[in-house]
Each structure stands twice: as structure tokens, then as C-alpha cells.
């Protein structure tokens, strides 16, 4: 199974949006699948429920950072591959949903009764989060291949 597909079923299992991205790379990685759990958990919600940048994102740019990580030899070569790779990632993901942004990306606000009933009632998780974990993880393939 590709990553895409594993990283959406994850997501559709109960792992939060970060944690599914992250943990679909854990094998290729060589890191636990506890390590790259307990990583990840507090990017979820767009980093701790905040709905600030998408946890399918944050999630990527970890992943990206741990792949890219071996292409170089020292720290500035590492920083300078990395930061251009996340505006990779950033520019494809925003061409595909105009922002980073969960909140804007759900339209709702995860930490008020009436967000939460919105969230369950029109499966915004279903319909949309499992879609960004999916497209996040692609963007990684694409970037990394």
C-alpha cells in the first residue's frame, strides 16, 4: 500500500491528522511506530487543537526534514534543503486548498460545542482532513522521489 493510502486510513482509525502523515513514513524512517506516534501527537488539530497550520503539514514537514536530512552534510546545507523543500510543500498544498491554515481548511471551530456538531454532522473529518492527510503525504512522495 502506498503511503497516501495508508497515512488516509490511519487517519479514518482514530490517529489525529500529523500522527497519520508521520507514521506512514515510520518504517521507510527506521523509527518506531510508538516514537513516531508520540511525536506527532501534539501537531494534531493544526498544532494542539489550535487550528493554526494543518497537521497533515506539520506532519509532512517532519517527514521531509527526516528524508532530506540524509542528502546533507553539515547544518546550513541541512537548514537551507529543508526550508526549501517545506516551501515545496507549502506551495503545492496551498495551489490544492488556498491555505495551510485548519481552521480555514474546516471551516469551524473545533473547540466550541457548535464546531464540534458541525465537525460530526457534516463528517468534516471524513470529507476533508482524510483528503489534506492524503494530499500531504503525496506532496512528500512527489518532493522526495
Not at 497519520?20 to 515510520?26: E, G, H, N, T, Y
Not at 497537521?55 to 528524508?67: C, E, F, Q, S
Not at 542528502?71 to 529543508?82: I, P
Not at 526550508?83 to 473547540?111: H, M, P, Q, S
Amino acid at each position: 500500500m502506498e503511503h497516501s493510502e495508508q497515512a488516509k486510513e490511519l487517519f479514518l482509525s482514530g490517529y489525529n491528522c500529523a500522527q497519520s502523515v508521520v507514521l506512514s513514513f515510520a518504517d521507510d524512517l527506521k523509527f518506531s511506530k510508538e516514537l513516531a506516534q508520540k511525536m506527532a501527537v501534539g501537531f494534531g488539530g493544526g498544532m494542539g487543537k489550535q487550528q493554526e497550520t494543518c497537521g497533515a503539514v506539520t506532519g509532512a514537514i517532519m517527514v521531509l526534514g527526516l528524508l532530506k536530512g540524509e542528502e546533507v552534510n553539515n547544518n546550513d546545507e541541512l537548514k537551507a534543503t529543508s526550508y526549501a523543500a517545506v516551501k515545496d510543500l507549502i506551495r503545492n498544498f496551498v495551489a490544492e486548498y488556498k491555505t495551510t491554515k485548519c481552521r480555514d481548511l474546516i471551516g469551524c471551530d473545533l473547540n466550541t460545542p457548535e464546531g464540534s456538531a458541525k465537525l460530526k454532522e457534516e463528517k468534516i473529518m471524513e470529507n476533508i482532513c482524510a483528503d489534506c492527510v492524503k494530499k500531504a503525504v503525496e506532496i512528500v512522495e512527489d518532493l522526495t522521489a
